[in-house]
């Protein structure tokens, strides 16, 4: 068997099914830059897929917001992209790779202010604490 077609290790970047950009704003001063910013990626990056807006907490999420996500390959230019454009909007950038937990903790980098998540939303919280 050779090393590609094999079961991937763990911690092996190829096992990155695709990416999640969690866009977050207040509903009463920043979302106009959040829509700004959503209407851009949609014009420069047609690939991703748009989430829909939550004015309400859902998930781990402790502020409104909407998700953007997006293949593996589109990393390369949507990362120094989104570093340039995200106007001052908190965005938490995370891996799919199966472990929710992991990957919006361990996995996650937060463009500006890093937010607390309520990470008992995730059903192997206990176990990875």
């Known amino acids: 068997m050779s090393e590609t077609s094999g079961p ?31 209407r851009r990626v949609a014009a420069e990056f047609p690939q991703a897929k748009l989430g829909r807006w939550h004015d309400e907490l859902v998930g781990p999420h402790t502020q409104s917001m909407y998700q953007v996500a997006f293949p593996s390959g589109m990393l390369g230019p949507f990362l120094p992209w989104l570093m340039l454009n995200r106007d001052g909007v908190t965005v938490l950038l995370h891996p799919e790779t199966g472990d929710d937990y992991r990957d919006h903790t361990a996995h996650a980098v937060w463009f500006g202010a890093v937010l607390p998540l309520r990470l008992e939303a995730f059903p192997n919280a206990a176990a990875a604490s």
């Open 8 to 38: 991937l290790a763990a911690g092996d970047p190829r096992s990155i099914a695709a990416y999640h950009a969690h866009v977050y704003y207040d509903p009463q001063t920043t979302r106009g830059r959040a829509e700004y910013l959503r």
